[in-house]
Every structure is written in C-alpha cells, then in structure tokens.
C-alpha cells in the first residue's frame, strides 16, 4: 500500500483503493482488523543498549588500558597517590562520556511527542474523537485551524486549507492545499498539494483526508527510520588519540626496555633495575591527557555559550575545528525567518523599501529620493489595498514585533505600518463584509469592505491572475482603462522582482454601490482596477555575508540546502556569497535524484545550492561530502532535517526554531539561529584544537626529557640521577596544572586565516615530533649538565676537581662532589626547567615575549604552585626521607634556575632565527 502514488489518483479512487468511505468511514470491527494488520500509529523506537553496557563501553579504549595498567604499577609500587590519581581520571572521562552517549539517543522519544494525541474522525457514520496512535489507513480525518496532522492523508475536501510544512519539507511559508490529482508521480514532498502529512500542522481552513499510512511507514515514520539508520563514529581527535596513544606506549616500552637492559649491564640489583624501568614506563605516559583534553573541551564550551553555541557533546568542539564543510539551512539561519516587503511597483514606478523583519520601521524611495506626492498616493493606495485583504495580525510583544497568521500578510502589515497605515484603523473604517478566501487553484483571495453605500472589493494575488480580473489600472491619483502596454510593462516588472528571488504579489480594487449578499467569484471579482505589485523575501541575516567569506577564508566550503523554490535558492546563494566561480552550481531534488550516488561524489563539490529537497537528499549530500574525507557540519532545524544531522560529522540544531528531535540528534545547538555563530563555534573548536595539542607538545617533551635523562646517564655509566620516587613526583608536579592552563591558552587572533586542517592529519605530525624531540633532549642535557656539574664540581667550587681530572685516578675517586645534593638539584632542575618549557609551548613559532607573558595569567599560577610544591617538598623533614632530597641553599638555587632556564633561552633564540629568516 505504500509503494502506490497516492497523489496522482483522484480522491474517489484513493477511497475505493483503501475500502473506506468519506461518510460513514470504517466500521469498528475493520478498525480492529486494520490496526492488527497494520499496527499502531506511532513511530517505533528502536532498541538501545543497555546503560549498564553503554558504562562499561567507556572502558573500551586502548590508552584507558594503559592508564589502568598505570594504576596498577604505582599501586605495585606503593605510589598510592598517584594510583588514585589515575584511576580518578579514568572514571570521571567515563562518567561524563556515558552522560553524553545516554542523553545523545533521545531522538525518538522527541519524534514522537510530535503526533497529535487525538484527532477527529468519522467511524459507523459518527465523528468521533480517538487517540492518534488507534488511527488505520482508511480512515476519515477531519482537519481545522490549529489541528496537527496525525497521519499522512489524501484530501478528500478543502475550504481555503493551508498547513505549514516548514518543520518537515523546509518551505518557509504555508502551504495551500487542494484536492486535485497530480499526475508527476516524481513529485517531490513539498509540491505534493493533495496530500497532508504526519507531524505538520493546519494554519488555516477546513478539509477532510482520507489516511493513506501510519506510523513508520509516514514521511516522519521514514525519517525516524533514517535517524536510527545514522551511524555514530568516533571524532576525529577520539581517532588520533587513540592511535597516538598506542604508538607512544610502543615507543616508551621500546626505550625502557633498553634502559632495564643497561641498568643490568652495570650489574644493578635487579630489582631496582625493574623499579627504575618502571617507574619510566608511569613517567613517560602522560596520564593527565584524558583529563586535559575533557577539561578544555569542557571549558571551550562555556566560552562557547557567551557566543550563542550550546555544546551536547564535548568532542563535537574539537570536531568544529576541523570542519571542511557546513551544509546550512536557509530559512531562519542564513535568513532572519521574517518576511519582509522588499520593493512596491505603482505608478509605473519601482518603489525600494529599506527595513527588516516585522518591525514597522523604515522608509520608500524611488532611485534614492522620496517620493512625491501623488507617488506616495499610490504607495499607500497598494498597501492600503493589501491590508484590507489580510487575515493577519500585526503586533508588539516585549519590545518585539510579532506576526499572528501567515508571514506574507505579516510583510504587507509590516510595510504598511511603515507608512503610519494600521489594520486596526482600517477594520475600523471598512469594516468586513463577506471574503472568498484564498485558494491554491484560484492562487487569489478577496474581501467586500466598507459600508453601504462605500463598499468595495479588495484582491490580492498572483500578477498575472489579478491583471486577468482588471479592465482599469490606478495611475497619476485617478483611474483609466488598463492597454496592452501596461500590462506587458507590469508582467515585466513581475519577472524582475521575482528573478530576484522576491515573492509577488497583486493588488486590485473595485468600488461597489451596492452589498452582494452572496458574493461568487465570477461576480466580484472581474472589471478590477489593477493598483499595485508588493514583492518580499525572508531578508538574509546582515552578518552571515561576511561570516560566509571568513570560512572561505579558512578553507572552509559553505552548502545551502533548502526546501524553497530554485531561483529564490539560487538569487540568496549569490547575495551571501555561496555561489562562486569555483562552485556555482545550483540544483533543485529532481536533479538530484538523477544523480547515481557515485554521481553524486563526484559532483558534490562543485554544488553550493541545493533546492526543493527533502530528508532523504539532505542525508545523501551528507554522506557524499564524508565520501570525499570531507568533515561535515550540518545545520537544520525541522524534523526533515535531523537524519542529516545525525550522520554529519557535527550536527547543529537551530535554539529557536529547531525541533526537539534535531536538538536530541544534534551534537550542538546554536541560540541565535544565527550561521555567524557557527563561524564562531568552528574559531572556538580550531582554538581548543590548538590548545589541546599545546598540551601534548608540552607533556611529550616533558616526558621525553624525563627518559633521556635516565637513558643517557645509563649509557654514559653515571649514577642513577633520579630515584623512582622522584620521576614519579616530576611526572604529577609537571604534567597537572601547567598542562592544563595550556588547554585553556587564548586563542590565536589569526587562526581563522589559516586552511582547515584534514581530518586525517596527525596531532604530532613529523615537523613537531622532531621538536618535541629536541626540546625533551635539551631538558634532559640541562638536567645532567647539571648533576655532572655538581657531582664532579659542586656548586661550592671544590678546588681539586681539575687535580683529580687530570691525574687519572679511578673514576670512584672522581666522585667528590655530593651525590645527594647533585640528585636533589637535577630533581628540581628537572622540574623547574619544565615549568619554564610550558612558556615555550605556548607557540611554536612567536616568541613568548611577542605574544605576551601575562596573555595566559592561568599558565602564570600553574607554574607558581608547582613551584611552590616543589620548594616546599625540597624544605619540609617529613618528605625529606621519602624524596630522598636535601635542603638546598642559595647558591644551589642560582645553579636550579641557571640550567633550568637553558632549554628557554635555547628556543627564545630559535625562534628568533626563523623569524628573521623569514
């Protein structure tokens, strides 16, 4: 039964297919029988995985393994601070992603909130009232202003029946209705004017349906299929971390495995071989990451919410930044979703209206000047007309201005009020009579106004159907017989406002010297006198524009997808910049379904329009541009829009207009219904991006300069430099806060200047590995040039150093300095010149200098706190046992600070080389 065309089938035949009649309806026992055939009227939910089992998913993750194995060791060696520390971490990541996953399958529940709990049928010959979810195919459904549709349906009957479709199709504007077959069976949704769908609502007038499906098998049904048809990926960082934490391990077990292996050669006892060993293996993971990444992610979204962007999934920030793609809806993000009379041709003349949205404010010019007298008669003459044959209303709600009704009579009230011109005052004066409402197939509307004996007809419409009723035209303040020539000049007109993507409408009036008690069309409306054109478009929001070119800037290609007619798509497209040389292609849902999928890839970047679509052409541009290695982001607001929502990369729901079910399927979800602010979320998610591997370069040196220290001290046959207890220490103190306040740096100004980066592209790619290499070995030197220095030397300038050099004695008799203090210095030599390294981190290649010292007062703290720590443990008795340390003196600080500040000084100079190389 779904498989038939039930819009090009007359409304007869669409009764007799389903056994059903429009008077008496079904019996109970068909009912019965149908709704066991057919099942209920709701949209199935599909299974979900168990909360228990979505926990335990959060585990699933190799550098969680890691971690845990982490644990473990320091537990082992009795570092019970640092065990829970880890552990701590690996369950709070946990915790939080199992919120995030839990919240994220909402969806469907938000879907089925939509259908109306009752409707109105007629069953045994009576209109009853029953549950939505009891309706059958083949049931008669009354239908009225205010209703919401709750199955798809076949008019049987309409009276000026309109119904806003935004939600499902994205027509910005209601939709008139009628119940005449189409024979296109190719028709897409929106054009489909016989048919009423699940989910849409009745704006105005009456009808009768016939319903041809329920359930899943509605348009809603199949997008609910197609939202739990999604898939969910990892985010591209979710995918880098993963392998650059397997790679790291390898890497590390690699290098302590050599150091075991010498640490035996010297013939060390072996277990202090395996605790060194060990200790390394802690030291050199950064099991901070996790926490780092969450908690900057975490933060980025409260900067996010100053700039109108709600985040439902912290890993959606960092995707934002490597987004290629944003695929927009039109109505209400790139546009201000308020109808707005642009241009008003009387007189002859083209009149330009400035002022947007419904507020009445704005003023008429004709080539730049006001206008004239009997010009300004004219103006108001048309919009006089235009309000007079309105069924909207016009008003102001805290400090906003509101339409109630259709937002195309809203424009024209909008536009009057501009001219001092008020509905309220015109009911007054020409109070209603009698009104042949619009239809879809007289595409016109009409009202008889006034009182006898000054009573006229008002009409509005189509240009060409209302210059069809006119034999008179209102030109120069009087009226004369409607040529030839005005009407080829007025069809003209007609073709350049609407080729300019302006909705047109017709203006006519007539005088009547006497009431019509029942008033036809054939009657009323013929010998008009033609007054006026009114054009209007839902305005394109004023930034979007220049938000646009920023993301072409960053390499970014920006799609309008939308639900409205071809060249209104096309002329938006080239106001706001979507259409270019390199990509000016605009196609409308019937071209798109001649396109093969592999077509499709193929010509999916050379596409910035997309026309009349619906659910199913969003969520195949979607998966074309992932097709490509694209990372999309996908905005929309209806319910037609939340499949391709959910398989984008990142999905952004609209805060006002959108639907609870995008919202539950977005991964974020923007206040303003603004496309400005997705800009600003992709700057905020490139900044945490940048950030995040700030921290990564930090730790990683970190962390290599910790195991080059112990490898090179192995292979050069010194004394071990640090204890396990110390490495284990460094690794807490220097890889927590000012880590972390590297996660939370400002955000470079130029970072929208530079391409998007792929999404395939490494966190430490070969140029930073090799840095992140000389930076470890240079933290490292510093740390033995240090230790040596006060071993064989001593910061108290032990004057037979150079006597024992060179006299050749044992290398045992060349130890005399102190070991303990050269240990307690390379300990905090180790640590501060961390600290100072965080500074370097903060670019890679401006000086800190140029960027500012207290530019990230966060990093400023961190490192005064380690430092504090370190002091305090280097001073207090109680850790003096535990650390192995000594207090240290004045002169033994000149020497920390003095080989600490080595691996700065270096980096201040290299960059200062490629500055002025380049």
Not at 207 to 222: A, D, N, P, R
Request: aromatic letters at 6%; one cysteine or more.
């Amino acid at each position: 039964m779904t498989e038939l065309q039930w819009h090009t089938m007359h409304a007869n035949e669409v009764i007799k297919n389903l056994d059903t009649s429009v008077d008496a309806g079904l019996s109970l026992n068909e009912t019965e029988n149908r709704l066991k055939k057919y099942g209920y009227n709701q949209l199935e939910e599909k299974k979900g995985v168990s909360p228990f089992i979505l926990f335990l998913g959060q585990f699933n993750n190799f550098i969680v393994w890691v971690l845990i194995a982490a644990a473990i060791v320091s537990g082992v060696l009795r570092e019970w601070i640092d065990a829970l520390a880890i552990i701590a971490i690996v369950i709070i990541n946990a915790i939080i992603g199992f919120i995030q996953e839990y919240r994220a399958e909402k969806s469907l529940e938000a879907l089925q909130k939509m259908s109306a709990p009752f409707s109105r049928v007629t069953r045994n010959g009576e209109i009853q009232s029953i549950p939505s979810r009891d309706i059958v195919p083949g049931d008669i459904v009354l239908l009225e202003a205010g209703d919401y549709v709750p199955a798809d349906g076949r008019l049987c009957s309409s009276f000026s029946f309109m119904t806003q479709e935004a939600s499902l199709t994205g027509e910005s504007t209601p939709v008139g209705k009628s119940t005449e077959p189409l024979p296109n069976p190719s028709l897409p949704i929106a054009d489909q004017k016989n048919m009423v769908f699940m989910g849409t609502s009745v704006t105005s007038g009456k009808g009768t349906c016939v319903i041809v499906t329920t359930g899943m098998h509605t348009e809603l049904g199949k997008i609910a299929g197609l939202i739990q048809e999604a898939g969910k990926e990892e985010t591209p960082l979710q995918r880098k971390l993963e392998v650059f934490g397997k790679k790291l391990v390898y890497l590390c077990l690699g290098i302590v495995t050599i150091v075991f292996l010498l640490e035996l050669c010297r013939k060390d006892p072996l277990l202090e071989a395996f605790l060194i060993s060990v200790s390394l293996a802690v030291a050199a993971i950064p099991e901070g990451l996790p926490a780092i990444v969450t908690i900057a992610l975490a933060l980025g979204v409260q900067r996010m919410v100053k700039r109108h962007v709600l985040i439902r999934k912290l890993p959606s920030v960092e995707t934002l930044g490597c987004a290629t793609v944003i695929c927009s809806d039109k109505t209400g993000t790139l546009t201000q979703n308020e109808m707005t009379v642009r241009k008003i041709f009387a007189n002859g003349k083209t009149i330009d209206v400035s002022g947007t949205g419904y507020m009445p404010d704005g003023n008429f010019l004709v080539n730049g000047e006001s206008l004239l007298g009997i010009d300004q008669k004219a103006l108001e003459k048309t919009l006089e007309i235009g309000v007079l044959c309105n069924n909207t209303h016009l008003k102001k709600e805290d400090a906003t201005w509101k339409v109630i009704g259709d937002p195309t009579e809203g424009a024209i009230l909008s536009a009057a009020g501009k001219t001092g011109i008020w509905k309220e005052m015109l009911d007054k004066q020409f109070p209603l009579i009698s009104e042949i409402p619009f239809d879809s197939e007289r595409k016109k509307m009409s009202t008889i106004r006034g009182t006898s004996p000054a009573l006229q007809v008002c009409e509005k419409g189509a240009p060409d159907v209302i210059l069809q009723d006119c034999t008179k035209i209102y030109h120069d303040g009087t009226t004369r017989d409607l040529t030839e020539n005005d009407i080829q000049v007025i069809l003209e007109e007609n073709n350049n406002l609407a080729g300019s993507a302006l909705r047109v409408l017709g203006v006519a009036y007539k005088p009547l010297d006497r009431e019509i008690t029942n008033p036809v069309p054939d009657t009323v409306e013929r010998e008009m006198i033609f007054v006026g054109l009114l054009a209007m478009i839902d305005p394109p929001r004023p930034e979007v524009k220049e938000a646009v070119a920023v993301c072409h800037t960053a390499g970014i290609k920006t799609v309008m997808i939308t639900g409205d007619h071809k060249n209104t798509a096309r002329a938006i497209g080239e106001e706001l910049g979507f259409l270019s040389s390199n990509s000016s292609k605009a196609i409308d849902g019937i071209e798109l379904d001649a396109l093969s999928d592999d077509d499709l890839a193929k010509e999916v970047s050379k596409i910035a329009v997309y026309a009349r679509v619906t659910a199913e052409h969003k969520l195949r541009i979607v998966k074309a541009w992932k097709k490509q290695g694209d990372v999309v982001a996908m905005t929309g607001d209806g319910v037609n829009d939340a499949p391709a929502v959910k398989e984008a990369n990142i999905g952004v729901a609209m805060g006002i207009t959108g639907t609870d079910v995008t919202k539950e399927a977005s991964d974020m979800v923007i206040t303003d219904d603004n496309f400005a602010s997705i800009e600003a979320a992709i700057e905020e998610g490139r900044g945490i991006y940048d950030n995040i591997k700030k921290s990564i370069h930090y730790l990683l040196s970190c962390n290599t300069g910790e195991i080059l220290t112990m490898l090179l001290a192995s292979i050069f046959n010194l004394p071990i430099p640090l204890f396990p207890i110390q490495i284990l220490w460094i690794n807490i103190a220097t890889d927590g806060l000012p880590a972390l306040a590297l996660g939370v740096d400002t955000v470079d100004p130029d970072i929208m200047k530079r391409l998007a980066r792929r999404s395939t592209e490494q966190i430490i790619d070969k140029r930073l590995g090799i840095l992140i290499l000389f930076q470890g070995f240079l933290i490292a030197m510093s740390t033995l040039l240090a230790y040596t220095y006060v071993l064989y030397y001593g910061t108290r300038a032990i004057p037979d150093y150079l006597y024992h050099w060179f006299c050749n004695e044992a290398a045992p008799h060349l130890l005399r300095g102190d070991i303990e203090l050269a240990r307690t210095i390379a300990f905090c030599v180790m640590v501060v010149s961390q600290l100072f390294h965080s500074f370097n981190c903060r670019n890679a290649r401006r000086s800190l200098f140029e960027i500012g010292v207290f530019t990230n007062n966060k990093l400023l703290l961190a490192a005064g706190i380690s430092l504090a720590i370190q002091v305090a443990i280097v001073y207090t008795p109680f850790f003096e046992d535990i650390f192995r340390v000594r207090p240290l003196e004045l002169i033994d600080w000149i020497t920390v600070f003095g080989f600490s500040s080595l691996t700065f000084i270096i980096m201040e100079v290299v960059k200062y080389g490629k500055r002025e190389k380049n």
